[in-house]
Structure formats: C-alpha cells, structure tokens
C-alpha cells in the first residue's frame, strides 16, 4: 500500500489500515519535512500561541511502532500504471499494489504582476511560521480574500495587534457557501475588532519593493501594507493523476467508493471529486478537515476491499472572536429558508429544497452554541428527512424528536 500526500487525509489512512488488520507493506510519500499535521492550527493556533508547534497526526513512533515506513521530503513525480510503481523526486521507485492519491489542494495564486517576497500565501506550517513573524503591533497586514482562511488569519492578525485590511473583490465576505445573513455577523464582529474590511472591490495593480506592498484598488484607493497575504481559493494537486492518463474533474475523478477508472488507483480528500447519493450524485470537492479525515478512513477500506459508498454529509466550521461557524450540508441546494433562534444571538438558518428536503443548515454563536442542534440537522439530512417548516423555526420543538419522527 503506497499513500501520496502526507497530510490529514494521507495520515488518516495509513493508520486506518492497520487499524484494520492490514499486515503488508504500508508507505506514505510527503514532500514536507514534518510528519502528518493537523491544517486547520496553521490560520489560529499557529499564529497566536506563545509556541507555535505543528499539531501532528501521528509520532515518529507511533508510525514505527506500526511499521509504517514515512519518506519525507521527496515528491512523487510520476506512475507508471501498468507496472505499478511510483516514481520519486530523489530518483527512486516504489511499488505499490493498491495506490491512494492524497495530494490535497495548493493556494490559488493571484495572477497579477508585482507580487514579491512580501506577497504570500498559506498552506504550510513553514508558511505559518513566516507570516506570524510579521504579525505585531506595529505592522500592517493586507489580507487579499475574504474566504475563512482570510477572515481566520485577520482574527489571528489583530490578536496580535496588527493593523488590519480585508480586501474582497465579490459584493461581500464568505461568498461561497456561507449565507448572506450569516457572512454579516462575521463582517460586523470584524470590524468591531478594528478590521477594515472592503469588498465589492478589484485590485488594479500591486507592487512590492521588498519594503512594503502597494496595493491600488478599482476605486483608486491605495492600501499599503507591510505584509499582503493572499487568500483566494484553492486548486486541486492533479498533475501526478493527469500525467498518468487518469481523468480530471474538478480534482481527480472517482466513484462513490473513491476508486478512480483505475481498480487500484483511489484518490481522497481536497484533491479529488465524488458524487454525493445525498445531492442526487452531484460531483463535488470538498476542502474540509472533516472530509479529509473521512476519505482517508474511508479509502484504507475500500483499498481493502471493502466496497464502501461515501455517504457523510459535508461539514465546515470556522472560530473567529469567539463566534463558531458551523454549516452541515450544501446551502446552494436550498430554495428556502427557515431561521430558528437559539440563544446569546446564536441562530441557525435551515434550507430545504423545493420538495421540502432539508438539504444544508448554516449556525452561528458563541463558542457551541449551535454544535448540538448542527449535529441533529446533520442527521436529518442525511435521512432526506422532509420536516415542516413551522417546526424547525420554533424553539419549542426539538430537533431530536423531527429526527425521531
């Protein structure tokens, strides 16, 4: 068994398959120097902590212990299908008999000219431990992007008394999969922490001298930072899985078992796309920590023989001032909604699709105050539960007895 991509997903699954059983050969390929480590740290922990150190998956002896053999450093640059081997940046070859590709997903990169060393991007601890240098109070930071790891880093930026810009070219923050109405508590939790944040606004040109970074807006505006982090979107690592002949959508193309056309080729995680059964079989990719822990679980299985449909309803959340957000399900499935209020200003909007199917539900409050009740929803929607609308506005009735309806 050879895993591509030492990270949650690849982690997860070389420890999956010795928690099965499996006795042969277990080998998982990285090209970071650090063992398997825990992404989610990198945009709040890793900044703000007195010691910023790598949350990792597994220890240099845990993997010892269970004859897991872990080549860092050193990239997979090829596959060589019909022989059944991988190729290595350090000149060496592996065979595998089963094959996962865990190669995740890298930062969408800014393509305008003027970007220098003091334009960066997010994706490793490495980076994480560059960025937090500039993280101080006399500082100002430029956050290009308005998505989570943006808005997370903003919040890690002002704990530690940086001054803050957010720069958002769509008509607000948190666009993609994150409802109007909640995006506006954060936005608003934001600036009362002193970010400005700006949206509805395109970038013109950047350039970085090497002492700070001018960033010129559609308006004219000038934002000058010392540091301009770049937060727009991930792509899916593909060209290992492309160059090999294997099909591309969106991500590494597999079925509801995470099996690509390949019988013994299975990809996992940020840098694959699958069919959801819940959505209809509607191909997404999913770049989530819980997925990525999921797939890779689920991958070892199928990797084994066991045949097993990807069947978890999707689930993101983000900290930010001490407000958690948690959504369950797909919102873009929903044709309305129906908002249930919880308590010290926690709410959940619930969204159903036109048949009345409860398909996504978005929660926001303070620290687990709508853990609980995401949970349940979670579970409804993965009985394609269909429960009156009257009921899920009112506190009165819980959401424990719709699923038990």
């Known amino acids: 068994m050879v895993i591509i991509g ?28 650090h063992l398997p480590y825990e992404r989610p740290p990198l945009s709040k922990e890793a900044m703000t902590s007195e010691a910023p150190l790598i949350k990792a998956i ?9 004859s897991i053999r872990h080549i860092h450093s050193v990239r997979a640059v090829a596959i060589d299908r019909a022989a ?5 940046s350090d000149g060496s070859s592996l065979g595998y008999g089963k094959l996962l590709l865990a190669t995740g997903s890298v930062p969408r990169k800014l393509p305008m000219p003027g970007l220098g060393g003091r ?33 997370e880093l903003a919040a890690s930026a002002r ?9 958002e070219a769509q008509p607000r923050i948190l666009m993609r999969g994150v409802p109007a109405e909640v995006a506006e508590i954060i936005h608003k939790a934001h600036q009362a922490e ?22 010129t807006l559609a308006d004219r505006q000038d934002i000058v930072a010392d540091l301009a982090v770049i937060g727009i979107g991930a792509v899916p690592v593909t060209a290992l899985a492309a160059e090999a002949g294997l099909a591309i959508d969106n991500g590494i193309a597999v079925d509801e078992n995470l099996c690509t056309a390949d019988p013994d080729v299975f990809a996992a995680g940020d840098c694959c796309s699958f069919p959801l059964a819940v959505y209809g079989g509607r191909r997404v990719r999913l770049e989530a920590w819980r997925n990525a822990q ?8 199928n990797m084994l023989g066991a045949k097993e449909a990807h069947a978890a309803v999707p689930w993101f959340w983000s900290d930010q001032y001490g407000l958690t957000l948690q959504i369950a399900g797909l919102s873009d499935e929903g044709r309305s909604t129906v908002r249930r ?6 709410f959940i909007l619930f969204h159903l699709a036109e048949d009345g199917r409860l398909v996504a539900a978005s929660g926001i409050g303070p620290g687990n105050a709508v853990a609980r009740d995401i949970r349940l929803a979670e579970m409804l929607i993965a009985k394609r539960a269909t429960p009156a609308p009257e009921a899920l506005g009112s506190q009165s009735v819980k959401l424990k007895s719709l699923l038990a309806a």
């Open 294 to 301: 999921e797939q890779g679980a689920l991958a070892a299985k």
């Open 6 to 33: 030492a990270g949650e997903c690849g982690g997860r699954a070389v420890l999956t398959l010795r928690d099965l059983g499996h006795e042969g050969p277990v080998t998982l390929v990285g090209d970071e120097p």
């Open 119 to 151: 334009c960066v991007y997010l994706r490793t601890f490495n980076d994480a431990l560059a960025i937090r240098a500039h993280l101080k109070p006399e500082n100002r930071v430029a956050i290009i992007g308005g998505g989570f790891i943006g808005l």
């Open 58 to 66: 597994a220890s240099d002896k845990l993997l010892a212990e269970r």
């Open 194 to 215: 002193g970010v400005k944040v700006l949206t509805g606004q395109g970038i013109t040109a950047i350039a970085d001298d090497g002492t700070q970074v001018r960033i």
């Open 159 to 167: 704990k530690l008394g940086a001054t803050v810009t957010v720069l």
């Open 84 to 88: 059944h081997l991988v190729r290595l």
């Open 341 to 346: 209020d919880l308590y010290d200003g926690a």
